[in-house]
């Protein structure tokens, strides 16, 4: 779709082209991202990021046993609902004071190392790379193929690659070896997983108090076979992804800037350690800071927090140009945390979802079902619009500048993570190390990706040696009993495999009163919000240079689109379908020996 509009500038006339992406495509949901570009001057002028289908989960989980919380929740995505699982559980155990057996911890982590692995390359080598193959390049930009042609690939020794070209051909759809060899190792990383969560995406084993997963030690074993054979992929992937990344800085000057924008991350930490995790909201600071990915937001590139506490009390939903009614007015769940701080009506404990369909408008109102999660700086009095970088880029961020997290495997050093992975069948022992970059831009999102496909083999690693020790010592307990309180709070924090995860609970007469899962994508898709702040794909994509070299008439926005799947987007964890809350249909589910009705 696309328009021709003039519109005025300081130095007189514009010419404005409209064009759309709607839905984006190599993604799963309803995204739409409208632009305004001069190609007069190569620029997008103006974007905005749009979502057809509305968010519903907060609304029909009102009223359900909150037991059913992790299994519904799992649901929100085809993609990451064990992410969901995951987070729920947190949030549950903590509004029923469990403690989970420390060896559930291990197996909670090597599911989740499973998952990152498995999600990010499948993304990182077959959607991300369509953009960079040789098939798409010579489309676009065949001045930029010709050079990679002649081009030789630094860490060819590792990767097998002798020119940039020949990594481009590699990652052709169907045809590229390492497209293909991605594909097995989604089968591969899949049957890890489901070692540890019994079935993918959809976790049968997960659920508060623990895990009914069975600790044995051929359990163990066989995920370790498979991690094996999945880093000796690893160590190919991540110098091949640099040497690509890096030829595309020197080949094209200036395209840095392509899908930069400030750097303001936001990562909710992943990996508990079961020696000092409780899951008490008193103590949630000092677990927090445990984790084996470090929690954190960073603003202008330097840590402000690593508290969970601070992290959640920060957290704001606003509305702006999204299609709802405000709550404000409306009952306020939690007024103070359980350390007596006061909760603001606008963050998720006290949100009350009020959709109002209408048409949607991009020039002057509403035109997204995504709301706009911001995290509200007390030191600034902003409301910052924070992203994830596609989850690895924060998280790996978060962590260096932490400089917590010290294991066989994994360090961070204050300004960098530095990997080691050890021997495997076709590479000896390898280190790596990302550096955090000058800038939050398309090309760092991507290179990150690959990073941390290492860093959660590396962790793997170390879950196991864990996990192999307890068995050892006789302590293969998984499961902590526990009865649901008749009133409670509860809140999970995680990572999804694009970001940030966090998982609200309130209970009363044991049942669930309000529960809001916000997942990544609401907070890298928002819209603009009641500040006129845009939300991030939104940020990183206008403003920014053009380099594809087609015509108008030809333009296929492909620097557009490698911004925006650089956030590793995913709408279904953003909007959902809502029937007007019509029973259709009720049915009796026993449940942890207790019966209960469920409405559909």
């Avoid at 690939?153 to 051909?169: C, E, Q, V, W, Y």
């Avoid at 990302?434 to 793997?460: C, G, H, Q, V």
């Avoid at 309130?506 to 009163?513: E, G, S």
């Amino acid at each position: 779709m696309t328009t021709t509009t003039r519109a005025p500038t300081t130095t007189g006339q514009r010419k404005l082209v409209s064009m759309a992406w709607d839905p984006v495509t190599r993604i799963i949901g309803n995204l739409g991202i409208y632009t305004k570009i001069d190609f007069d001057n190569r620029e997008v002028v103006e974007c905005k990021s749009t979502s057809s289908i509305f968010r519903g989960y907060s609304v029909f989980l009102r009223g359900k046993d909150p037991r059913d919380a992790g299994f519904i929740t799992s649901r929100i995505c085809g993609i990451c609902g064990d992410n969901h699982t995951t987070c729920s559980v947190y949030a549950q155990n903590m509004a029923y004071g469990i403690k989970m057996p420390p060896l559930a911890e291990w197996i909670y982590n090597l599911g989740e190392a499973a998952e990152y692995m498995f999600d990010h390359a499948i993304f990182q080598d077959n959607l991300v790379f369509v953009d960079f193959c040789e098939q798409m390049v010579r489309e676009t930009n065949p001045g930029l193929l010709a050079k990679a042609q002649s081009t030789l690939a630094p860490n060819s020794h590792l990767h097998g690659k002798r020119t940039i070209a020949d990594i481009m051909r590699a990652v052709n759809p169907f045809t590229g070896d390492i497209y293909r060899e991605a594909l097995e190792m989604s089968r591969l990383t899949r049957e890890m997983f489901c070692l540890m969560e019994g079935r993918h995406v959809h976790p049968s084993t997960l659920y508060p108090g623990g895990t009914g997963t069975v600790a044995t030690p051929q359990v163990f074993t066989d995920y370790l076979s498979r991690l094996l054979r999945f880093v000796d992929f690893a160590k190919k992937l991540v110098p091949l992804n640099d040497d690509l990344f890096d030829f595309f800085y020197d080949a094209m000057p200036g395209y840095e800037k392509v899908g930069d924008r400030r750097i303001l991350l936001g990562c909710w930490g992943s990996f508990q350690n079961p020696d000092a995790c409780d899951y008490r909201y008193e103590t949630m600071s000092d677990w927090g800071r445990a984790m084996y990915v470090t929690p954190g937001i960073i603003v202008d590139g330097k840590l402000v927090t690593t508290d969970l506490v601070d992290i959640n009390l920060g957290i704001r939903i606003l509305l702006g140009s999204s299609y709802y009614d405000d709550w404000i007015g409306e009952e306020m769940f939690v007024t103070e945390d359980p350390l007596g701080n006061p909760v603001d009506p606008r963050h998720p404990w006290n949100q009350t979802t009020i959709p109002r369909p209408q048409k949607r408008d991009l020039e002057n109102g509403n035109y997204s079902w995504v709301m706009s999660p911001r995290w509200y700086d007390k030191r600034t009095k902003d409301h910052l619009a924070l992203d994830t970088g596609g989850g690895p880029l924060a998280r790996l961020w978060a962590t260096a500048l932490a400089g917590i997290v010290h294991t066989p495997y994994v360090r961070s050093t204050g300004k960098s993570v530095q990997i080691h992975l050890p021997k495997t069948m076709s590479f000896g022992e390898m280190d790596l190390e990302w550096k955090i970059p000058r800038r939050a831009n398309t090309l760092e999102r991507d290179r990150a990706r690959a990073y941390f496909i290492a860093y959660a083999a590396a962790m793997a690693f170390y879950f196991i040696d864990k996990a192999l020790e307890r068995v050892h010592q006789g302590d293969v307990k998984v499961f902590q009993e526990f009865k649901v309180p008749d009133e409670g709070i509860g809140c999970g924090f995680h990572e999804a495999v694009r970001g940030v995860l966090s998982h609200h609970l309130v209970i009363r007469d044991r049942k669930i009163a309000n529960y809001h899962p916000y997942p990544p994508t609401p907070w890298n898709a928002s819209p603009r919000d009641r500040f006129g702040t845009p939300g991030p794909y939104e940020d990183a994509v206008q403003g920014m240079p053009l380099f594809e070299e087609n015509d108008q008439d030809n333009f296929k926005g492909i620097d557009i689109m490698r911004t925006v799947r650089s956030f590793d987007p995913c709408l279904p964890c953003g909007v959902h379908m809502y029937g007007g809350g019509r029973v259709i249909h009720r049915r009796h589910v026993p449940m942890f020996g207790g019966g209960h009705d469920v409405e559909e």
